[in-house]
């Protein structure tokens, strides 16, 4: 099992910046991807950016946050992190941090491991 607790979420201005933070622990393998997932009010939830955990040198974006946001680990920390910025209202959502085995997926369904999600709040 993976254990996964976000955590960095607030009230922020558009325009302005956050860093989500998402500590990792339990059993962990080399190969497994890392994402932060988002989901608005009476929204899907949907994919936001996810890399390999342990590699980290390749990461992936949602068209809507590529340029803004960008996912990293600091692994001696057991960390995942996003750092937002640019935000702007329509970037409100919960945000969760999630992991899986295997190689690199953008479908929800796909991750087997969630953690409880941070509020982010963007106003205008």
């Known amino acids: 099992q993976v254990q996964l607790v976000e955590s960095g979420g607030g009230l922020v201005q558009a325009g302005g910046s956050l860093r989500l933070s998402c500590a990792v622990s339990?059993?962990?393998?080399?190969?497994?991807?890392m994402g932060w997932f988002r989901q608005a009010p009476g929204k899907e939830r949907e994919f936001v950016a996810a890399l390999n955990w342990n590699s980290g040198a390749t990461t992936y974006y949602a068209d809507s946050v590529k340029g803004r946001f960008t996912i990293s680990t600091d692994n001696a920390k057991n960390t995942l992190y996003l750092q937002m910025n640019s935000l702007k209202p329509e970037d409100t959502a919960v945000y969760y941090c999630?992991?899986?085995?295997?190689?690199?997926?953008?479908?929800?369904?796909?991750?087997?491991?969630w953690g409880q999600g941070t509020q982010v709040t963007v106003s205008s």
């Open positions: 999630a992991a899986r085995w295997g190689s690199m997926s953008r479908k929800r369904d796909e991750y087997g491991f």
């Open positions: 339990g059993r962990t393998f080399s190969t497994y991807f």
